[in-house]
Every structure is written in structure tokens, then in C-alpha cells.
């Protein structure tokens, strides 16, 4: 029952939040200087005053500025995210295209950096001052600090140029019709590079939080309590430390789930990779307003839902924060 | 049993390896950056949306590097000797891509209807010099003119006047309908498949008009947004044709000297790009001569050509490229020389006012294009502040004349009256687009040259006119001109005639083959 009333609460307040962004988000990028109209007949070469106005009106950009607030929060609340006129298809469909790519590469990464850097943090913590925390440490500072597209471009020269074991770009092998498991596998190819690139970053930050985090609550009373009583040293990392180190490491990882949709901007560039940061910059470049307004609505969106999830993980990590809440 | 399941397994993971996907001869990869908004050409030229639709749309002309006109739509044409009728004929048998027949009636349609209603620079043309068009017989199209218009025979390529369908559009909202998203040409390749985000598959129109061509079966334009990456992609063999600005121009000698890669220039004379920096003359130090003279002087245009742009293009001795019709070379010409600047500078009374130069936000290349003049100038003394924004922004402020200088480049477009003129004639001062006189240039004598260049068939009349306009605008100096742009497309040797006609890519596939 507690636990119910504690979601609608969440949810009706993450409604309440959804709605304001959205309108903050219309007038954000209403602000930007940049007119639709413009860059669309900019780029063609030439233009005159006769092709501005038709392409304002196509675009719905000759109303007044408070009458397509309506129409944009109107369709809105209809769960219809509008229709870009640049590419002429309609938002939502834009955005389900774009959608497994995303979700493909970001997922990965975040499987593996959750994984991956959980337990190397727990190893480097378990072996303070070994060498082999020396070199976690080190490895995961250096990734840690490498700006991103240089390990983009590197392992690109190294992976594909130098060794020719795999691809640089893309997200399949184009012409090649594969299908089925030969797919899946030519795709697991393309994957790997972005992949590692994007999870590297945050496989770093989750060794160094895990790492500290373990550290801190390794000197706890209750810990020398439990070695006090005769527990093995693995019950207690498991059962006493980990579990509570890993709190800060779930609240960044919703942080970084939230970024699922919208944060690979930099990898699926340098990657080609057909994603929804791509589509998200092109759109802000081209000041392509509904496809913007689209992205960001549908990030919004999952940053709340991760943030409710997140939560709900607390109270199962942790009883002791419902029992109080 | 147990083996030749190892061979199926083997098999597998060599077909996701790539070895068995081996390319067949007749598929072409080919970058696209950016990916285009729209292939529909009627309603879009932009620079990408031109490459890949050039191969799908036609034009009634196409054009030889010497900008000659071709044979496309029109397999001939006469021109009455007052210069006032136009008549084309049409070749036979030419099909739409969803098997209708192409008649004269379509070209009626783009001329009159459809593209003088979208297209920006098609309208002027029909609003302004042609009586009426006709569809004499079915393979007949006459163009009566209202005064004699030279640059007609150079506006008819597939860019400035692509033939549309009018089954399809005649009767509909032009914009919104929903055939722009499968365009439908007459030209030799068919839209197959656009995976927005990834790629667009063009593959062979069988019906295709000209006997034998074209010969590669299938295009595959890949949208790669990494300058970097596409190069890597260029060396690993998954990409085969860079076109035109899809690498950086470090690049260019590195990925020509490859083994297997060659490297052309050509194919940009319909263009013949000129990057210049625009000045804003309505007033203050700018809107004297004598001051933009100096800085002309000033500015060290070859530092920029060697430096800058590694090589690539010439530096250009006025408004008119030299690689197109009309140019002259007799008029002022600007040497590098400070002192020279320094003197005419004091001379204009410049007293220490800060200029705000607006960069051209194309990347890395303009930037430090901008600081090199920037520095140029301080040397002599003149304040320069750089002043950045993205591509909006820059479309934004440089239409709206909210600058003192801003680099930009423009499209020469095969004739002085379409490309050249429009930057400065009077008639054009206009605020809302980039390629209009933004500057607000204003000399009656260059309005006049330039009409009467236009309304005139004869060519040495023409060039007259031409010389002696270029000779007044390099001594007033309107902008500053930088650079004629050269642009190398970068692709295997095996695949042969790629780059035969003034547009080069854009056109190119119908007659290009593969080894």
C-alpha cells in the first residue's frame, strides 16, 4: 500500500514536471537565434522573399509565436508529437526508426560499464595498495580523462585501418542483404567499437565510485561487528559492504539510464551510427523544431521514469529506505 | 556430420566477417554528408540533396566541363536568330520511373507551374523573361521570350530546372505532397530504399532512355558524419567515390597518393564556387573605398590558398571565376603588401573602430581561414573582433545585415547573369537571404552593365558589358574575394568517366562504369 501511493505520488508529480519541460523546451528553442525558413532556403544556394514565405507557412511559422504554443501543446496532450516538414515524415516515426540503434549502442555500453566497472572497483577496493589497484586505477583515470572522440578516432585507426578486424562505421554492412543470425552477427561487429568507446567513460566512473565507496563503508562498526561474530571475508564483502557501497553506484546509473535515449550524441557520430543523437543534432543545426521538441520530450520523459525506477531499486537495495520514507 | 556442421559454422562467421560479402563490380559506395532533407529536387537544392537527385531527375540540357550545352531531356534545339524563340525537341520513348510517359506536356508543367512556383531561382527567370511555353506536339516544347535572355541555354541543367512529373503534382499542394518522399525522375537510377540515419539505395532505371546505360547497377550514398571516420572508411575500402568537402582538406594529398585512389577537380565548372568575404558598406570605415582597398592589400590571399586550403583553388582577380565564361583578367589586381595597406588605410582617416568579421561556421578550415585574416589585418593596424555562431546563426545575421564583415562563398551558376550579378545589383538589397546583396551595394552604372549583359544574345556584346563591370567592382570593391574554390572527389581508379559534365558527381553515374 505504502509502496503504491509512493508511485502514483511519483508519477503525478513526474507528469506535472513532463508538462512544464515541455513548455520550457518550445520557448528555449523559440529563443535560439536562427529562423527554419532561412537555413532550409540558405542551403539551397538562393532564395527569395516568395520561398521564405511559403516554407513559413509550411512550417506553421507565420501564426503568431502564442497561437503555435497552442497548437504544439494541443497535439501534445493528444500523444502526437508533431510532423517535421523538413523530412516530411512525421515525428514519432523519425524517432521509432532511430530508436533500436540508440538503444542497441547506449544499452551495451551501460551493461557493460555497470558490470565491468562494479567489479573492477570491488577487486581494486578488495586489494588496496596491491598493484593490481594501482593499475585499475590508473587505466580507469586514464579513460577517465581521454576526451571521447579521440578514443573514437583511435580505436577506429587502430581496429579497422592498422588490423582490419573490424569496421569503423556504420551500423551494418550496407549492399550486403544479410539476414538472420548472419545479421545479428554483422551488427555485433559494428557494435563493438561504439560500444566500448561509450562505455569506457563510464566504466571509470563506476570503478572509482565502487572503489571508494567500498573503501568508506569497509571501515564501518557493523563490518567489524560481522568480522567481530566469525564471518568469511566473502560474506562480508557480499553481504555487508557491497551491498551497501553500491547505493551511489545506482543513483548514477539511473543518471546515466535517463541518458539512454540522448547522450551518445559524440559516439554515434563519429561511429555513423543511425541513432537518435544524430537525429536530435541534425535537427538542432537545422533549427528542425518538432523533431527537437520530439527528442527532448521523449528524454525527458525516460529521465523521470529512470529516477521513479531508481527509487524503487533504493527500497530493494536497501529496505531500510521505505521503512522510513 | 560433426564437419560440416564446422563448415556451416565457418561459413557464417566468414559471411559476418565480410570475406564472402565481397562487392560485386557493379555496386558503387559513395559519401553523403550532410544526409539531404528531401531527394525530391523540384523542391530542394540543397548541395547534397543535388548530388544524389542529379541521378534521378533530369534536366532538358546537360553541360560539358566548357559549360556547352548537351543533350538530355532535348536530344536538339533551335534558337530563332532575334534570340526570342527557343524551341526544344525532346528525345523518344523517355518513361517516368512509375512507367508513365515523359511528353512535352511534363516540361510545360515544370516551367510554367511548377518551379515558378518553388523554385527561387527558376521563378525570376519565368517571371521576368519568358512570354510563354508551349507544348508545340507531344516532342516539342517552344519558349517565347519577352527580350532576348543569353543565359537561358545555361539554366536548363537538372539542379536549376529538373523536369517534374505532372501526373503526379498537377492539382496538389506542391510541398506537402506525399510523393515528395518517393521522387519520381526520368533520370537513370530509382530510389530503392532510404534508411534515414544510414543510407539511400539507388538502383538501375532498366527503362532508362539512353541504350546501354547507366552501367553500375546499384549506388549506395552513405551517410558518414565524421570527417575522419570517412576518410578511414575511404582507406578500408568500404567507401569508393569521396565527393566534393567530404574530407578535410589535409586529407586530400594523402588519400589522392593512395594506392588504387585518384583524384579530380573537374566537375565543378557549373559552380565554380568563389569564397569572398563580405562587406557591410552602409556605414562607418567600411563604406569607404579607399579603407576597403587597403584592406585588400592587407589581407595575404596566396598565405591562404598554400596555407589555409593546402593548395586548393586560385586566387581569384574578381567577381567573375575564371573558369567560367566572361572573365577577364585586366582589372586592378591586389598584391599582398602592408605598407602599401598601412598608407591607403590612414589615408581612408580609419581611426582604431573595432570591425566584427562573422566566421563561416563549415568548420575547422574556416576558423583558421579567419584568424589568418584576422591577424593580417591587425598587422596594419585595423581592430578586428571574430564574432562565431552555427549555421543558423550565420544565415541569420548575415541575411539580416547584422555584420561588418562575413565570409562567405557562392555558386558562380554557369552565367555572370545568374550567379555573379546577385550580388551586386541594387535591385537585390534585400534582407531574408544570404545570397542576395547583403552588403547594399549600390552603382546605377553596374546596374546597367549588368541588365544589358542579360538582355542581350550576342556574346562579345556580352563579354563587353562583363569587362567592363569587372573592371568598376575591382576598383569599389563590394566584397573582398578570397578564393575560387577547387573541389577534389576523391575515388577508385577502376570505376572510369565519373566526372564528365560540368556538374561532375551530380550527374555523373549515367555514364560512369566500373572495371
Not at chain 1, 504554443?69 to 510532423?83: E, R
Not at chain 1, 577517465?144 to 588490423?163: D, E, G, N, V
Not at chain 2, 508513365?100 to 527558376?122: C, G, I, K, N, Y
Not at chain 2, 575500402?237 to 577537380?265: K, N, Q
Request: hydrophobic share 45%; aromatic share 10%; proline share 5%.
Amino acid at each position: 500500500m505504502n509502496l503504491i501511493m509512493f508511485l502514483l505520488g511519483r508519477v503525478a508529480k513526474g507528469v506535472v514536471v513532463l508538462m512544464a519541460i515541455a513548455i520550457l523546451n518550445f520557448l528555449l528553442i523559440h529563443a535560439a537565434p536562427g529562423d527554419p525558413a532561412q537555413v532550409m532556403a540558405g542551403q539551397g544556394g538562393a532564395a527569395d522573399e516568395e520561398l521564405l514565405q511559403q516554407l513559413r507557412v509550411q512550417y506553421g511559422l507565420d501564426k503568431p509565436f502564442l497561437t503555435q504554443l497552442g497548437i504544439y501543446a494541443g497535439s501534445y496532450l493528444q500523444f502526437d508529437l508533431g510532423f517535421s516538414y523538413r523530412q516530411q515524415q512525421s515525428v514519432l516515426s523519425l524517432i521509432m526508426d532511430r530508436l533500436p540503434a540508440t538503444l542497441l549502442l547506449t544499452g551495451s555500453a551501460f551493461v557493460i560499464s555497470l558490470l565491468v566497472g562494479t567489479l573492477m572497483g570491488m577487486l581494486a577496493a578488495r586489494r588496496q595498495g596491491h598493484w593490481s589497484d594501482g593499475a585499475i586505477t590508473t587505466v580507469s583515470l586514464m579513460f577517465y580523462a581521454t576526451p571521447l572522440f579521440w578514443i573514437a578516432l583511435m580505436s577506429q585507426i587502430i581496429f579497422s585501418l592498422k588490423l582490419g578486424w573490424l569496421p569503423n562505421v556504420g551500423y551494418e554492412t550496407i549492399g550486403a542483404n544479410l539476414s538472420g543470425f548472419a545479421r545479428m552477427l554483422d551488427i555485433g561487429r559494428h557494435l563493438i567499437l561504439p560500444a566500448m568507446t561509450l562505455g569506457l567513460f563510464f566504466t571509470a566512473v563506476y570503478v572509482r565510485m565502487m572503489r571508494a565507496s567500498m573503501l568508506q563503508v569497509a571501515g564501518s562498526d557493523f563490518v567489524k561487528t560481522a568480522r567481530a561474530k566469525g564471518l568469511s571475508e566473502g560474506v562480508i564483502l557480499r553481504h555487508h559492504i557491497a551491498r551497501n557501497a553500491i547505493l551511489p553506484v545506482v543513483t548514477l546509473a539511473g543518471l546515466q539510464a535517463g541518458q539512454l535515449v540522448g547522450g551518445a550524441v559524440l559516439t554515434e557520430t563519429v561511429f555513423a551510427w543511425p541513432g537518435i543523437g544524430r537525429l536530435m543534432f541534425d535537427a538542432l543545426t537545422q533549427r528542425d523544431y518538432p523533431i527537437l521538441l520530439g527528442v527532448f520530450f521523449i528524454s525527458s520523459a525516460l529521465v523521470i521514469g529512470f529516477n521513479i525506477l531508481t527509487e524503487l531499486v533504493y527500497r530493494i537495495v536497501d529496505p531500510r529506505i521505505g521503512a522510513q520514507g | 556430420m560433426k564437419l560440416s556442421r564446422y563448415a556451416f559454422a565457418a561459413a557464417l562467421c566468414a559471411a559476418a566477417m565480410g570475406f564472402t560479402a565481397a562487392k560485386a563490380e557493379s555496386v558503387v559506395h559513395v559519401v553523403i554528408e550532410p544526409e539531404p532533407p528531401l531527394l525530391m529536387q523540384g523542391l530542394a537544392q540543397n548541395a547534397p540533396t543535388n548530388t544524389i537527385a542529379g541521378n534521378i531527375y533530369e534536366g532538358l540540357l546537360r553541360y560539358n566541363q566548357k559549360l556547352e550545352p548537351q543533350p538530355s531531356l532535348a536530344k536538339s534545339w533551335e534558337i530563332s536568330d532575334d534570340g526570342l524563340t527557343y524551341v526544344f525537341h525532346l528525345q523518344e520513348g523517355v518513361k517516368w520511373h512509375d512507367g508513365q510517359p515523359f511528353t512535352a506536356d511534363d516540361v510545360v508543367f515544370s516551367l510554367d507551374v511548377f518551379l515558378r512556383e518553388v523554385h527561387p531561382r527558376w521563378r525570376p527567370i519565368t517571371d521576368n523573361q519568358i512570354a510563354s511555353v508551349e507544348a508545340v506536339d507531344p516532342l516539342t516544347v517552344r519558349i517565347v521570350l519577352k527580350q532576348p535572355f543569353g543565359p537561358l541555354m545555361t539554366a536548363l541543367e537538372v539542379a536549376s530546372a529538373p523536369m517534374i512529373p505532372k501526373h503526379i503534382y498537377e492539382g496538389t499542394d506542391f510541398r506537402t505532397n506525399p510523393a515528395n518522399n518517393t521522387p519520381i525522375g526520368t533520370g537513370p537510377y530509382k530510389l530503392q530504399e532510404w534508411k534515414k540515419g544510414s543510407y539511400i539505395h539507388l538502383v538501375r532505371n532498366t527503362d532508362y532512355w539512353l541504350a546501354g546505360h547507366p552501367k553500375i547497377d546499384e549506388i549506395y550514398w552513405q551517410v558518414i558524419p565524421d570527417a575522419a571516420a570517412r576518410a578511414v572508411a575511404f582507406e578500408t575500402g568500404t567507401i569508393d567515390v569521396l565527393p566534393a568537402g567530404s574530407v578535410d582538406v589535409y586529407d586530400v594529398a594523402r588519400l589522392s597518393a593512395l594506392e588504387g585512389a585518384c583524384m579530380t577537380t573537374g566537375g565543378w565548372e557549373m559552380a565554380s564556387p568563389i569564397a569572398w568575404i563580405a562587406v557591410n558598406l552602409r556605414e562607418g570605415p567600411l563604406s569607404d573605398k579607399t579603407f576597403r582597398q587597403g584592406l585588400m592589400h592587407a589581407i595575404d590571399r596566396n598565405f591562404g590558398q598554400e596555407v589555409v586550403w593546402n593548395g586548393l583553388g586560385r586566387v581569384p582577380t574578381g567577381p567573375i571565376a575564371s573558369t567560367t565564361r566572361f572573365y577577364d583578367p585586366a582589372v586592378n589586381i591586389y598584391d599582398f603588401d602592408p605598407d602599401k595597406a598601412r598608407e591607403l588605410i590612414a589615408q581612408s582617416g580609419y581611426k582604431g573602430e573595432t570591425i566584427r568579421l562573422l566566421k563561416l561556421p563549415y568548420g575547422e578550415i574556416w576558423d583558421r581561414w579567419a584568424e589568418a585574416v584576422r591577424q593580417n589585418l591587425l598587422d596594419v593596424g585595423v581592430n578586428v573582433e571574430l564574432v562565431s555562431s552555427d549555421t543558423a546563426g550565420w544565415t541569420q545575421k548575415t541575411s539580416d545585415w547584422d555584420f561588418d564583415m562575413t565570409f562567405n562563398f557562392l555558386y558562380q551558376l554557369g552565367d555572370p547573369a545568374i550567379g555573379v550579378s546577385r550580388s551586386y545589383v541594387s535591385s537585390n538589397i534585400a534582407k531574408g537571404n544570404p545570397f542576395g546583396n547583403v552588403g547594399g551595394y549600390s552603382n546605377p552604372a553596374v546596374d546597367a552593365l549588368f541588365a544589358a549583359a542579360s538582355a542581350e544574345a550576342d556574346e562579345a556584346v556580352r563579354q563587353a558589358k562583363y569587362s567592363e563591370v569587372q573592371k568598376i567592382l575591382t576598383d569599389e570593391l563590394p566584397v573582398l574575394w578570397l578564393l575560387e574554390m577547387e573541389q577534389p572527389t576523391i575515388y577508385r581508379c577502376d570505376i572510369k568517366d565519373l566526372v564528365t559534365t560540368a556538374i561532375g558527381v551530380n550527374d555523373g553515374f549515367r555514364d560512369a562504369w566500373r572495371e
